[in-house]
C-alpha cells in the first residue's frame, strides 16, 4: 500500500516546511523509543513519521513525491536496497531514524553525550551549529536606603568581549576568508554509531563553530572578538530591595560566529540605614518619647525615607511598643503596586539621673495614683490571684 507521507505527519500537501518541521518534532517526541520502551507500535511509529520527514523536508524529494509517489523516488535512484530508505520500505535500522530525529532538533551537545542524554536530560540544542550566544555577566550596585527608595541611577564599569571592528566580528578580512570545515561538513558535531545508540560529540576541527577561518582578520586573530572596557548607566528603580536582580539585555559579552550577545545581571546591595528598617514595602523607624509626653500625649515631627517630615499624634497613655501608622510613606512597590507604610514603633524611656526635687515631685505624683491609672498593671494583679488564694 502506498504511503501517505502528509497523513503520517498530520499535515496538508501546501504545508510549509517549518509546519512539516514542527509536525515532526511533535510526533517524533511521542512515540521515540526512549519515551516507549517495550512498544514495539512505537518504534514502528517512530520510523514512520522520520522516513516521512526525511522526504517531505527536502525539497528536491518532495516535488518527486508530489508527482510520481514512492515509485517517482525508486526511479530516481534515491534509495537503495529492499526495505532500505526511501526505496519504499523504510528506514533499514533504527539508527537511521534517530540521526533524522538529531537533525530535526539540531543534533546533540557534544562531549560524548548519547542523544537521549542530550535531549531528553533538559539540556536542549544549538539551532545554528557554531552560532553560540555571548557570556552572560554578573556585577553588584551599592545604593542607600535613601536611594533604594526614591531610585537612582549609576554608572558601571566593565569589560566585555564586544565584536571586533575591522572584521564586523566575522573573524576573517572577508566572508572568503570562512570555509565549511571538511572534517563535520559544516554540522559542528561528529557522530559515531553504537548499535542502537548514536553517539555525537563537537568536531575537534572546527571546535563546533562548523567552519574554519582560512584567512583570520588581524586585528583580532581571527577570534572575531575584541576585549574592551565600557562604562554603562543603570538605572536603579524605586523601591528596589537588597538581593534583587536587574537583568540588562545585551550587555554581556558579544556572541560567536553570529550568535546575540549574553546579557549582564546587575545584583542590587542596598545599605543597611542607622534610623530606618524595612520589610517588605514597610518601613519601621523607633521613636523615644518622654515619660510625660506618652502619659500626657503629643505631637512629633517625624523623618520619612524620602528625606521629609510627618507629623503623627501621640494619644494620651501611650505605651512602649505601639505602632503608629503612616500610609504611604513606606517604600514605592517596585512592580508599581502602590506603596508600604510608615510605623513608628514608640518607646517610653524612664528618665535617669534625677535631681532631688524631680524625685520629690514623683513621689507626690505617685501618692495621687491610682489602680485606673495603671489598667495593665490592675489586670495583671487580679491574674495572679489565683495562685493566693488557696
Known sequence: MAKDFYATLGVARTATPEEIKKAYRKKALECHPDRNQGNPKAEEQFKAVSEAYEVLSDENRRRIYDQYG???????????????????????????????????????????ESIFDSFFGGGGFEEEPGARKGTSKKATVKVSFQEAAKGTEKELAIVNYIACDACGGLGAKSRTGIKTCATCQGKGQVYQSRGFFSMSSTCPHCGGAG??????????????????KQRIKIKIPAGVDNGMRLKMTGYGDAGEAGGPPGDLFVYIEVEPHEAFTREGDDVYLDLPITFTEAA???????????????????????????????????????????????????????????????????????????????????????????????
Not at 211 to 221: E, F, M, W
Open 70 to 112: 514512492e515509485d517517482g523516488l525508486r526511479g530516481a535512484g534515491m534509495g537503495g536496497g529492499p526495505g532500505g530508505f526511501p526505496g519504499g520500505g523504510g528506514f533499514s535500522s533504527m539508527e537511521e531514524a534517530l540521526r533524522t530525529f538529531m537533525g530535526a532538533f539540531g543534533g546533540g551537545r557534544g562531549g560524548g
Open 211 to 228: 567552519q574554519v577561518i582560512t584567512d583570520p582578520c588581524k586585528s583580532c586573530g581571527g577570534a572575531g572578538r575584541v576585549k574592551d
Open 296 to 390: 500626657l500625649g503629643t505631637k512629633k515631627d517625624v523623618p520619612t525615607p524620602f528625606g521629609e517630615q510627618a507629623r503623627i499624634q501621640i494619644p494620651e497613655g501611650t505605651q512602649t511598643d505601639k505602632l503608629l501608622r503612616v500610609s504611604g510613606k513606606g517604600f514605592p512597590n517596585v512592580h508599581g503596586q502602590g506603596h508600604g507604610d510608615l510605623l513608628v514603633r514608640i518607646t517610653v524611656e524612664t528618665p535617669v539621673r534625677l535631681t532631688e526635687k524631680q524625685k520629690e515631685l514623683l513621689r507626690s505624683f505617685e501618692q495621687l495614683e491610682s489602680p485606673q491609672n495603671h489598667p495593665r498593671k490592675k489586670t495583671f494583679l487580679e491574674k495572679l490571684k489565683v495562685f493566693f488564694s488557696e
